[in-house]
């Protein structure tokens, strides 16, 4: 869409003084594939540049958003998720799945009735959300609409052709509708102060960093530890200086690519499993490349401006910038070569061949 067209459409959009954006994708790396449009959906249709946040504990957006001024506050959404084996991916919040069904539906209107919106923005296909919205009484909301819900939507709304579409590039398609580019909304995270300085107290940058990622929502995404290590050896003996990251789950994980790697490379090696998001987003702010199967710092280093390399199987990575390369085999992450790994890394000019 040409700029005198985006120019006109968006003066149509009124502003809202108190508007919300639903985006119930549970991942962190999902809350990170939306931030440019929670961006702009704040600079363009609030009053005062700012939006609240309806999103799932899981994706840490009270935490990694903390520093963002287009966001107010978060409203925390419980409601369950299952991964691909049928088991809940968020099973250890602090409250039951209290949005669940049809009664959950009732809960989560009354939830954000009380915060008397006045517009949503809802970054989902599903018609659950268009219906919470409409029960809590908020009266122009904006979606996808490729059902029956659609008649509860203002314009815009996508055609059904876009149903399977990315997830991401939906929303970017449903801002297009009202001529917004969210191109100007891709810069990096905002990192809070404290967490910079706990990088920079705990590790001082003499040598080139790299950030590795061995979590994974499910198990089937997971790169072998034995084919980290491999890589891990190999990025040492260049001279790079290797974060392992993961959650307090991967600590074991991260321990074992150490003890396979070595002694001769320990001080090079080092695991990061019991750092918040915040902290791990300002470790990968501070390195100069990601590699690994961690969605969440694949899409984080790309947004940050380093250079992100995801190591995917069945699940393919989204590649939606240019900082992002990736490799993948169809019969499984497992398949993967370390060596395929570092060809493809040379060859992408993550590393100087030596």
């Given at each position: 869409?040409?700029?005198?067209?985006?120019?006109?459409?968006?003066?149509?959009?009124?502003?809202?003084?108190?508007?919300?954006?639903?985006?119930?994708?549970?991942?962190?790396?999902?809350?990170?594939?939306?931030?440019?449009?929670?961006?702009?959906?704040?600079?363009?249709?609030?009053?005062?540049?700012?939006?609240?946040?309806?999103?799932?504990?899981?994706?840490?957006?009270?935490?990694?958003?903390?520093?963002?001024?287009?966001?107010?506050?978060?409203?925390?959404?419980?409601?369950?998720?299952?991964?691909?084996?049928?088991?809940?991916?968020?099973?250890?919040?602090?409250?039951?799945?209290?949005?669940?069904?049809v009664m959950g539906i009732g809960r989560l209107a009354r939830d954000l009735a009380s915060h008397?919106?006045?517009?949503?923005?809802?970054?989902?296909?599903?018609?659950?959300?268009?219906?919470?919205?409409?029960?809590?009484?908020i009266p122009n909301r904006f979606?996808?609409?490729?059902?029956?819900?659609?008649?509860?939507?203002?314009?815009?709304?996508?055609?059904?052709?876009?149903?399977?579409?990315?997830a991401r590039d939906r929303g970017t398609l449903l801002l297009e509708t009202v001529g917004i580019d969210i191109t100007p909304y891709e810069y990096p995270l905002s990192i809070a102060k404290t967490a910079v300085q706990k990088v920079e107290s705990n590790f001082q940058k003499t040598a080139p960093w790299a950030c590795l990622g061995v979590g994974a929502s499910e198990q089937e995404k997971k790169w072998p530890i034995d084919c980290f290590a491999a890589l891990i050896k190999a990025l040492c003996q260049k001279g790079i200086e290797c974060f392992i990251c993961g959650g307090p789950d991967e600590a074991h994980e991260v321990q074992e690519i150490k003890n396979l790697v070595g002694q001769d490379y320990a001080s090079q090696i080092h695991g990061i499993t019991n750092w918040n998001v915040m902290e791990t987003a300002a470790l990968m702010t501070k390195s100069d490349f990601y590699i690994g199967n961690d969605t969440f710092l694949y899409n984080l280093a790309a947004l940050q401006g380093k250079k992100a390399f995801s190591i995917s199987g069945v699940v393919p990575s989204h590649i939606y910038r240019k900082e992002m390369m990736t490799v993948r085999s169809l019969k499984g992450v497992q398949h993967v070569s370390p060596q395929e790994v570092l060809e493809n890394l040379h060859q992408d000019t993550f590393l100087v061949s030596s």
């Open positions: 869409m040409n700029g005198h067209m985006a120019s006109t459409l968006t003066t149509k959009i009124q502003q809202f003084s108190n508007p919300l954006v639903m985006q119930p994708m549970p991942g962190i790396g999902d809350m990170i594939w939306f931030l440019p449009h929670i961006r702009a959906i704040a600079d363009h249709f609030s009053t005062t540049g700012t939006v609240s946040l309806l999103a799932r504990p899981s994706t840490h957006a009270t935490k990694l958003l903390s520093e963002e001024k287009s966001i107010k506050n978060v409203i925390s959404l419980y409601r369950s998720e299952l991964n691909r084996q049928g088991k809940e991916r968020d099973p250890n919040h602090n409250d039951i799945y209290r949005h669940d069904g008397h919106f006045d517009a949503a923005w809802i970054l989902d296909r599903h018609a659950y959300y268009v219906m919470a919205a409409v029960l809590a009484g979606g996808l609409g490729f059902g029956a819900e659609k008649i509860f939507l203002k314009h815009p709304s996508l055609p059904k052709k876009h149903h399977k579409t990315h």
